[in-house]
């Protein structure tokens, strides 16, 4: 008897009632929620989504953001960095 072929599949999409997000685990794997609604919040995920699939795209903006983050070699100071990102144009 032949034993069945076990896979290990992770989810690309999720659907969810609530607002969309993305997540983006240490290997790069991608995953989406997205809303029925496909409201601007959706489509805006959606497009992320697509445009990190483009890894000529994708390595500008990690390395637009190392630049961005250099100097900050402590936790605090990344994640004090990445508020200052944050902040809205004055």
Known sequence: MEEAEIKYLRKRLYVTDKA???T??????????????MSDSDMVILAL???LKNKDWKQAML???KEKMAGATTPTSRIERAFDLLKPPV
Not at 24 to 37: H, K, P, Q, T
């Open 49 to 51: 989504t697509l445009a």
């Open 63 to 65: 390395d637009r953001m």
């Open 20 to 22: 969309p997000g993305i």
């Open 24 to 37: 983006i685990d240490s290997e790069g794997y991608v995953r989406v929620g997205l809303s029925s609604n």
